[in-house]
């Protein structure tokens, strides 16, 4: 019964900033790589971000950095994603993924769970 629920997502004007949350349930969350990916219509899916167990790194985008924080919480088994700063070329649709191994915190393929998504749209 593994389970990583998104919840956060919506619709923002460029600039504005949002906080998407995923609920982890199911396995030992705090033994495991939070990842977060996106995927627009049309495009292929890419990294956003990704944390370690200990939060003891931030592994960020080069085509968000500067506007997005990863933290999670391991008592609570939630992974947020701080966005600031929305522009258009965000609109997407936004997964948690988790991956007990971390090394590949940047490929989708080597991450075992994965959440819904939730939307997030950017634009005026």
């Known amino acids: 019964q593994v389970q990583l629920v998104e919840s956060g997502g919506g619709s923002v004007k460029p600039g504005g900033s949002l906080r998407l949350s995923c609920a982890a349930s199911?396995?030992?969350?705090?033994?495991?790589?939070m990842g977060w990916f996106r995927q627009a219509p049309g495009k292929e899916r890419e990294f956003v971000a990704a944390?370690?167990?200990?939060?003891?790194?931030?592994y960020v985008d080069d085509s968000v950095e500067g506007r997005v924080t990863v933290s999670r919480d391991n008592g609570k088994n939630t992974a947020l994603l701080q966005m600031n700063n929305l522009t258009p070329e965000d609109t997407a649709v936004y997964y948690c993924a988790a991956q007990f191994r971390f090394g590949y915190y940047n490929e989708y393929t080597r991450y075992q769970y994965w959440g819904q998504g939730t939307q997030v749209t950017v634009s005026s």
């Open positions: 944390i370690p167990y200990d939060s003891s790194r931030q």
């Open positions: 199911g396995f030992i969350f705090s033994r495991y790589t």
